[in-house]
Structure formats: C-alpha cells, structure tokens
DNA sequence: ATGGTAGCGATGCTA
C-alpha cells in the first residue's frame, strides 16, 4: 500500500493537481491538511470520478482536514477526545480526523490526519494553544496505541515542528516557533509513547517538505520538515519505503494559476 | 525602497 500526506493550502485552488498526483503517482490513501473548504463545499465528485472515496473535516475557510482512499475507508473519527478548543468563542478547530484505510479482510492502518496549529510566536496565545493541542493529541494517541497493539497506526500531517537543526535549512535564522525546546519536547513525548519517524531512517536528514512562498525560497532550497510521519511498531514496522515528492512545490510548466502549495508530499511505502 | 507570497473572501486574517 501507498500512502501519503500533504498540506495542499486550499484543496479547491489545487483540486486538479491534488487528483492528478493521486493518479500518477499511484497512491492508495492520502492524508490532506489545510484542504481550507468547509463541509459543504468539499469537491467530493473529483475524487469520486477519479476511483478515491473521501472523508472531510472544515468548519470555515481555515484549517481543515480529510482522508482520501481508493483501498477502502471506514470508522471516520473528527477530532480526537480532549482537543483544546481556541477562540472567540471557544471552538474546537478542524486540525485532526482519524479514518481506517485498508481492504475490509485486512488490519488496514488507522490513518489520522493533523494540522497542529502553527503558534505564530512563542509569546503568541496560538503558541500556549500549540502545546497544549499536542498534549491532548498524545494522551488520546497513546490510548488509541494501547487498546489496540496491533492495529498499524500512524499520525500523518503538518507538526509545524522541525525535531532537530537539521531539520531547517539554516538553524540560525530560526529563532521563534517550530525549533523551540518546549516543541521538540512534545514532539519527543510521541517517540516516548511509542511512535517513530518512520520517514527519517529512509530518506536520511535534510530532506524537507516545506518551503516558504517567499523569498524563491524553494530554488535556494531554504525548506523545514515539519511534514511527519509517526507509527506504532505495527505500522513502522511493515514500512519499507519513503520519500517526498518535491516535483510538487514545483508550478506546473507553461500555465498560470496552477501554483503549487508550499508544502510537498511525503509518501510512505507499506507492506499491508 | 521599511516591501517581499499566497488563499479566502470581501478586509484583514492566516500561514
């Protein structure tokens, strides 16, 4: 099985590549962050006419979430038990849904999809907002781990975390969110609970998944990975491939309006 | 030269 994650940064404005990428690329399941689409207005048909069923979270145009699946998709979960909510007034945002992915006479992986919110800057109440959503998303994936050993499990999305310097095309430039102790340290607690960076061994470090709009920050390869994807032994372990597909951060040649998301598609091999 | 990019949706907010 193929899977993969992407922050496609409006999922309408890139509706063609996204579908596009499926196809070519032959994947089989795709986690989506920041698809920027309330529920109502989710392009549901483009991925049905294209073999892929589809599982959606929006709320507003900010956030947003889903799992698309050609290999089946059953027991959709939105948001997990515990998220903070933020706000005026306090609302839980659509950053997280969990969705089972796999032939119905197999284990399948249980796939969620997170957009951990960014935190702006470390005095930022976004910031306080960021750890806090990474708490509650460990204590309710430790649990989800340990009620069921088995059952492959990953965490998929955008962390807005670099777990170490060399995760960050210049460690000197960064001096605010993404690299701070306190989020490497909630990042840690997940590799404490079980779950490991099934990317990192296979690709090996500086390998990044995101790039800034500005800046040409991408030809000058100033990127971060911050783009993760974290299993239980029982998905890392039936991993046997990984890369990321920066052919996507790249705009489509001769036209307009077909720009890329700053954010480049990780894809995991899987033996399932 | 005190900006710079992109998306949403109608203005400024978010990343």
Partial sequence: ?????????????????????????????VALQETKVADDKFPVMAFEAAGYEVAYHGLNQ?????????VGLRDVQVGFPGVPPFGDPPVAEARAMGATVGPADGPGVRLW????PNGRTVEDP???????????????????????????????????????DEDVWDPSVFTGTHVTPAERAALAAFTDAGFA????????????SYWD????AFPKKRGMRIDLVLGNEAFASRVTGARVDREQRKPKASTTGQGPSDHAPVVVELDL
């Fill in 126 to 164: 976004h910031y306080a907002y960021k750890l806090r959503w990474l708490e509650a998303l460990r204590e309710a994936a430790t649990g989800w781990a340990a009620a069921a050993p088995e059952q492959p499990l990953a965490l998929v999305g955008d962390w807005n975390i670099a777990p170490t």
């Fill in 113 to 116: 999809s997170l957009y951990v």
């Fill in 62 to 70: 900010w956030n947003g979430v889903a799992v698309v699946s050609r």
């Fill in 197 to 208: 960076d099934v990317v990192l061994p296979l690709t090996g470090p500086g390998v990044f």
């Fill in 1 to 29: 099985m193929r899977l993969a994650t992407w922050n496609v940064n409006s999922l309408r404005s890139r509706l063609e590549r996204v579908v596009e990428w499926l196809v070519t690329a032959d994947v089989d399941a």
């Fill in 213 to 216: 709009y500005q800046q040409l």
